[in-house]
């Protein structure tokens, strides 16, 4: 009888709740947890020690109702932001870029500005080095003919010297520049054969 009368309730608990659950439950939950020892455990809050490792959350009649995965180590972690920003970086790739073609087109007109640039420098080059050997023959003409060149002269070559050395060094970041473009082009080139599969 009193086995009979047990049963009875255990059935009317699980069917309130259940019940409950359904329409309008009364927001109890009890929290599953592994602790230290590996043993599992069932309580109404999860000590903060045991957060990491991850839980679930159940409601009193032992539906699941939400798992928190356990957090991540430093590698764990690590691997994942990698791969959320491989797939953000994909999802960049493939908005910007229609095709194979439109990288091509974008990687020309890139390099273009970069080659107008460098045939810009180099025209000033050419102009400085012009303005140097007329400067470096004029004194030579003053000196030959017995003169001293005056220190504006000496100043003025000095001056154009260091514009020129100015203009390789620029010269020489556009050259690097163009070299990483055409580098980013050809990784976005392959990543997009990877990704569409071609």
């Keep these: 009888m009193k086995t009979a009368l047990a049963l009875a309730l255990a059935g009317a608990f699980l069917t309130m709740d259940v019940g409950a659950a359904g329409s309008g439950w009364d927001g109890k939950k009890l929290y599953r947890y592994t602790n230290e020892h590996g043993v599992q455990v069932l309580d109404d809050l999860v000590p903060p020690r045991y957060v990491a490792g991850g839980y679930e959350v ?3 009649s032992g539906r699941l109702l ?4 356990p957090e991540l180590t430093g590698k764990e972690l690590a691997e994942k932001q990698r791969r959320e920003a491989r797939l953000a970086a994909d999802l960049q790739l493939l908005k910007r870029y229609n095709s194979l073609a439109d990288i091509e087109s974008a990687r020309k007109r890139k390099l273009a500005i970069v080659q107008q640039d460098m045939a810009i ?15 470096e023959s004029s004194a030579a003409r003053t000196q ?3 003169g001293s060149v005056s220190t504006e002269q000496l100043a003025r070559i000095e001056n154009l010297r260091k514009e020129v050395d100015v203009v390789n060094q620029r010269l020489a970041l556009r050259k690097k520049e163009a070299v990483a473009i055409n580098s980013e082009f050809d990784q976005a080139t392959s990543r997009y054969q990877e990704i569409a599969g071609k």
């Excluded at 939400?66 to 995965?69: D, R």
Aim: net charge negative; aromatic share 0%.
């Design 66 to 69: 939400e798992v928190v995965e």
């Design 58 to 60: 159940l409601t009193p």
């Design 144 to 146: 030959r003919n017995g």
């Design 121 to 135: 420098l180099r025209s000033n080059m050419a102009s400085l080095n012009r303005q140097i050997e007329s400067e």
